[in-house]
């Protein structure tokens, strides 16, 4: 073998939903807070060491949110309630502020700054702690370049506390002035060579559903398909072409190469995209397995050529290294390892292409100073490393030892199928929804405008966006189902309004209207780290975290009503957190015991109701709610355990949870499919 050489493709995807209402103005404030956080920053690290490279793929909604700062106090609800004086907030405004700003990562953004922590575990505020509580929120938020770079963020972060309305409004119009510095940087980068830049069919809809959906059947022979479908093929050619020319007019260059849509392809998509002259896109290691029907890692570091496309494959264990398992290590550790488990392959594989491909900006709250420590070590390691440079996608599309690939299976990168988007009985009703109003349009025999045909073509695009099929079904839950069903079927509802026809009363029914009632066990969504207080106002920390309604349970099953309605779990990489809700008044005044019975050890933990407990291993504590941490230690060597828990007074037990028997958690579990979209 010769020399050991690697080519390495980072590939950083940068994307928000569209927080858009009817009335234009976003109703969330992650775009501009990721902005001053992540979006200048991903790019900025990379150019500080000479030679490095990496792609960017820039949503369009993303692109379209951004350029709303313009004007920030009209276009984002959040801003123009963070800009006024609080004493003129209604109270229901006020309460909505406040926990908008406390949904921040505690850990590594709100407790490093000592006053922020202060006034984050105080019950009232007054005005003047108020307004340091939406600066110390924004600063927190500012990312290490502006904390290294920007003159008035540095002179805030030292002043600490004691901020006025003045303040607010220069920092205000500071970050916005930086927010529209970020998509010309994107495009000065690729310009000089050190990134690549691509997008994704313009409202993020799984294009191969669009064209076909006996492709959901092609990648799971088990599914089941809607009723009656019919080929959206103008749709899914549209969806690609207003993307193109979006990304054209903002980073002023021709756009070369894609990410799909939840990595979702097929051959009939890999040809449109041919035919509107992008020359490379990326995917999921899932299809080229199911391409070539064979699992050997080895075909996975290199780059393939099919129909004159080229398609790079990531490699979904080291990706979800970086996304998922590096937050729980400290720079030096994290990058150490990285190159220890790449380095093996240039010394095994000829020429061979690694690509690494991740959400570019939601995992590093979770890191100590937003990664910072993790990227400069790492970049460092590849900038003085002989065996391995870094490549864009570009340069990928123009190297020659590209394998030719055949076939092209369709899927997506959730387990090479498209189970996610279509099957389920709701996912496939608001299918067939689409296909009704399409054929309705189809058969009107009125005059349509030009203008009209325009707003009927937007909301028939809109209606096709991924996030309504992602919410359907039971593989993924959201406390705002409703609300997303209500938004799906609008868009259809309006297409009729347009054309002053009344809507099908299918319309108005809601999809999941029966989804609450039934389920009971909701799985977590993500790895949480709250503080352990009993305090109900630490909702946002416990955002993502698993539950298991009893109240739902007894319903169903009939049972003796005990004390706790609600338990909440979840988990870190070192510690199992669970949260007890109900008739906590009357736990706290008698002279019960929890008891917590780990299956797989044999170890029965009791606690008293009437005073908190805290070791190295154990934490307890009950005010609003019952709180618990437990260590891993507990659990030994288990990756996998079983939980039982008895609330006991005397020789009586009153309650034993959850009533369906015991509570699985998967401990090693890193929610990977539910974070990179």
């Known amino acids: 073998m010769s020399k050991p050489s690697l080519n390495l493709c980072f590939f950083w995807h940068m994307h928000q939903p569209d927080y858009r209402g009817s009335d234009g103005v976003m109703s969330m404030p992650w775009v501009f807070l990721h902005a001053i956080k992540d979006y200048y920053e991903m790019p900025w690290l990379l150019s500080q060491y000479k030679d490095l490279k990496a792609t960017f793929n820039i949503t369009a909604p993303l692109i379209e949110q951004l350029n709303l700062y313009t004007d920030p106090l009209k276009n984002d609800y959040f801003l123009s309630l963070w800009e006024r004086d609080p004493s003129i907030l209604d109270d229901e405004e006020r309460v909505w502020l406040i926990k908008t700003c406390k949904s921040t990562q505690y850990e590594t953004m709100i407790k490093p700054i000592e006053h922020f922590s202060f006034l984050y575990h105080k019950e009232e505020l007054s005005v003047e702690e108020l307004i340091d509580f939406e600066m110390l929120f924004m600063l927190s938020w500012c990312g290490n370049y502006l904390r290294h770079e920007n ?7 030292q002043k600490e506390k004691g901020f006025t309305q003045t303040d ?10 930086f927010v529209s510095t970020i998509l010309p940087f994107y495009a000065r980068l690729q310009k000089e060579g050190v990134i690549s830049l691509s997008t994704t069919p313009y409202n993020h809809p799984i294009l191969p559903l669009l064209l076909d959906m006996e492709n959901a059947k092609r990648a799971n022979e088990h599914t089941t398909l809607p009723d009656n479908p019919m080929s959206l093929r103008e749709d899914a050619i549209e969806q690609v072409e207003r993307s193109i020319t979006l990304y054209e007019k903002t980073f002023g260059t021709t756009a070369t190469g894609f990410w799909p849509a939840e990595g979702a392809v097929d051959e009939e998509s890999v040809n449109i995209y041919k035919e509107c002259g992008l020359s490379w896109i990326a995917t999921d290691e899932a299809i080229l397995f199911r391409s070539l029907d064979d699992d050997t890692r080895a075909n996975l570091y290199k780059p393939y050529d099919y129909n004159g496309m080229t398609i790079g494959f990531r490699d979904h264990g080291l990706s979800d290294l970086i996304g998922f398992n590096y937050r729980f290590k400290s720079g030096h550790d994290a990058s150490e390892h990285f190159m220890q488990v790449v380095e093996p392959i240039a010394h095994t594989q000829e020429d061979a292409t690694l690509f690494v491909i991740l959400d570019g900006e939601n995992a590093w709250e979770f890191f100590e100073n937003n990664a910072y420590d993790f990227f400069t070590a790492l970049y460092e390691r590849f900038s003085n490393t002989t065996w391995c440079k870094t490549v864009t996608m570009d340069e990928v599309s123009k190297l020659e030892n590209k394998d030719i690939l055949e076939k092209l299976s369709p899927g997506s990168w959730i387990h090479g199928n498209f189970d996610t988007w279509s099957g389920h009985s709701e996912k496939n009703r608001a299918w067939e929804l689409i296909y009704q109003t399409r054929r309705d349009v189809d058969n009107y025999v009125g005059e349509i405008s030009k203008e009209v045909a325009e707003e009927i073509k937007f909301h028939f695009l809109a209606s096709e966006c991924s996030d309504w099929f992602w919410w359907y079904g039971d593989d993924h839950v959201t406390e705002f189902g409703l609300e997303f069903d209500a938004l799906f079927r609008e868009h259809l509802i309006r297409i009729y309004h347009l054309l002053h026809v009344q809507p099908p009363s299918d319309l108005f ?24 207080d009993g305090k109900n106002s630490s909702f946002f920390e416990w955002l993502g975290s698993g539950s298991v309604d009893e109240s739902k349970l007894y319903s169903t099953m009939d049972r003796v009503r005990g004390p706790i309605e609600k338990i909440h779990y979840g ?32 170890e029965n933990l009791s606690f008293s109701m009437q005073k908190p407990y805290d070791d190295k291993d154990t934490k307890l504590v009950i005010d609003e709610r019952l709180e618990i941490a437990l260590s891993r230690a507990h659990f030994k060597n288990n990756s996998t355990v079983h939980l039982r828990f008895e609330i006991i007074q005397g020789n009586d037990i009153i309650q034993t949870m959850p009533g369906y028997g015991a509570l699985y958690v998967d401990l090693d579990e890193t929610y990977a499919n539910n974070w990179f979209v």
């Open 151 to 157: 003159t008035l963020v540095k002179i805030l972060f």
């Open 509 to 532: 029914i809601p999809i999941i209207a029966h989804k609450s009632a039934v389920s009971f066990l909701v799985k977590p969504q993500t790895s949480i780290s709250p503080l352990i």
């Open 168 to 177: 607010k409004a220069q920092l205000l119009q500071v970050l916005c002035d």
């Open 571 to 602: 988990h870190d990489h070192n510690t199992l957190f669970l949260a007890f809700e109900g008739q906590i008044e009357s736990l706290e005044t008698s002279s019960q015991h929890l008891q917590v019975i780990i299956e797989e050890t044999g």
